[in-house]
């Protein structure tokens, strides 16, 4: 008993006058070794201090390319799987020290936080997919740059993935916003990379400022137009701002290819957001003698939504009549049919809501 307290306690004055002669390996620690036997089920490793690695046969399988042109001598990087194995071998794993260096320098790349260049190989519905120091990663179509968003209707599904496909293959420009090697997801984002150069860009223009652009796309929520000064700069209108008037469809505005003037409403982060309405003159400070309440009216069934429908009274007006007239849409579409004229009734109008609201006459 005695001796072992005295073997021990030498034990412990040798660790503290060189801790290397003792370097304690835990599993997952990765370490760096010479080949001394490269078999085609096992491979045998020179760890120095350490002791003796060994690579056996399912490992070898998992990382054969990585192995196969290995010579005696070379140098390999592993992971510690079991520092003291049965057979007394530091039992490791090159496969898993492959994706843990992976997962090293992508943890590196978002921390210098620069943007980085990818060619993607494949789409899904959600985005594009690739890979990066060999991890798969993922672009999702909300982290698309403006320029190549899908500018096509959302529930155009044919459209969208014929937009996703024609990047498969090009190089983009992301940025690494998520690297998480605990649920193996990497994120990247065109948006954020492209956002760092636009916003140098759009130091040039200014809130309330009148720029000529050309459309180039139209979505269900708004209308893309790139600067003609300076195509690089791309803004999007709103839909809310493309008229005075409810709009349904902003193809009933513009279309692809149009020039446009436009005004620049906001900046920022990078986005600019433009107004067509706002180079219009406003039709509601001028609603005229013409629309009074009390009065009767002719108008077109525009369209129809939960409330109730929207009724076109002339170019620049349109009055709204409720669906509790007819009990219900199913009621009301069995009385009005869209694109159709009848008889109204202005109930009230609302200047301040800029609201005219009808009653139906028949």
Do not use: C
Not at 224 to 253: M, Q, Y
């Amino acid at each position: 008993m005695n001796g072992n307290k005295n073997n021990n306690a030498l034990i412990s004055q040798l660790i503290k006058i060189e801790p290397s002669l003792f370097s304690l390996l835990k599993i997952g620690d990765l370490v760096e070794g010479r080949v001394l036997e490269n078999r085609a089920n096992m491979l045998v490793v020179d760890l120095g201090r350490l002791g003796t690695g060994v690579v056996y046969r399912i490992e070898v399988q998992n990382a054969k390319e990585s192995v196969k042109n290995l010579k005696l001598g070379d140098t390999i990087h592993a992971k510690v799987i079991d520092p003291d194995n049965k057979e007394g071998f530091v039992e490791l794993s090159l496969s898993e020290a492959g994706k843990q260096k992976a997962w090293a320098e992508v943890q590196e790349l978002k921390e210098k936080d620069e943007p980085i260049k990818i060619k993607f190989s494949a789409f899904n519905k959600g985005g594009l997919t690739g890979f990066l120091s060999g991890l798969q990663t993922f672009l999702p179509v909300s982290q698309l740059s403006t320029e190549h968003y899908p500018k096509v209707a959302i529930d155009n599904k044919t459209g969208f993935s014929q937009a996703l496909e024609l990047l498969v293959g090009q190089e983009l420009t992301v940025k690494i916003i998520e690297a998480n090697p605990r649920n193996n997801k990497l994120i990247v984002s065109e948006r954020e990379a492209s956002e760092v150069s636009t916003r140098e860009l759009v130091k040039n223009y200014s809130i309330g400022q009148v720029v000529e652009g050309i459309v180039s796309g139209v979505a269900d929520f708004g209308v893309f137009v790139r600067f003609t000064d300076n195509p690089a700069v791309e803004g999007l209108i709103h839909i809310s701002e493309l008229s005075h008037r409810i709009i349904e469809n902003p193809k009933e505005v513009v279309k692809v290819d149009d020039v446009v003037k436009v005004k620049i409403t906001e900046i920022k982060d990078g986005k600019v957001s433009l107004s067509l309405k706002a180079l219009v003159s406003d039709p509601w400070l001028n609603l005229g003698s013409h629309y009074k309440e009390g009065r009767e009216v002719k108008g077109v069934v525009y369209s129809f939504n939960p409330f109730g429908a929207i009724i076109d009274l002339d170019k620049d007006f349109q009055g709204q009549l409720s669906v509790t007239e007819f009990g219900g849409v199913e009621e009301m579409k069995k009385q009005l049919i869209q694109g159709k004229e009848y008889h109204f009734v202005i109930e009230s109008i609302k200047l301040e809501e800029r609201r005219i609201i009808l009653k139906f006459k028949g």
